[in-house]
């Protein structure tokens, strides 16, 4: 991976990528082991909040809670702010399918999700969903939306614009990412200080694991079979 991505804080509205090949002087960031230097930062609309990595467009897109948007950043070195496009209210995270052609957008703000075409930048569709929707990933042929206020994981497929599927998890969820080739998701859930697993062939839980005070985020490392959470004690 050539680049890193991040988002600050929603009140900085700034966009950082890192480069690991990059010269310009900045601390390295060692917490992921490699010898990754500050690139760029880009600024972006009011309440810079989730991002994702299209893959076959080589920039990413940044979800802009205040701003009712989602942003289009080329890749670096330079990162231009390429367009802007409009999404529900709130929108807290975006992630993109396979082919990149599709992302789909969770609208905090009214209990949506919109469907966003790639090239032409317009909205596809709007479908509803559960109470504040959150996190998003891809698996399986569908998104899968969790809903923070409802407790509940939808699955969407974009391509035919429709809720598919739903099943209930752990008090406030949050967070989700898959593991495909398990056939899972995992789920932090905020109030219940837990993960669940979610067997993504059935969209049913198999397990519910501690994972501290306020689980906010998980993600999978990179090439192993592990799952990190990062929950609100630090």
Known sequence: IDYWYAVRTMDEDTMTAWSGEAWMPAVPRTSFGGPDYLEDVVQLGDGAAGLCEPAVQGGVYVACYHENAVWAVGPPPYCPVEDTIAAGSQPLDVCADPSGERLLVSNSGDATVSVLNVASGQVEAVLEVGETPAGICYTDGAFLVTCHGSD???????????????????????????????????????????????????????????????????????????????????
């Open 152 to 234: 509940m994981v939808y699955a969407v497929d974009a391509e035919a614009a429709a809720v598919v599927d739903s099943v209930e998890v752990g008090d406030g969820p949050w967070d989700i990412c898959a593991v495909p080739e398990y056939g899972r998701a995992y789920v932090a859930c905020r109030q219940a200080g837990s993960v669940c697993v979610v067997d993504t062939d059935e969209l049913s839980v198999s397990a519910e694991i501690p994972a501290g005070q306020d689980p906010k985020a998980v993600c999978r490392l990179p090439g192993q079979p592990l799952v990190c959470a990062a929950d609100g004690e630090g």
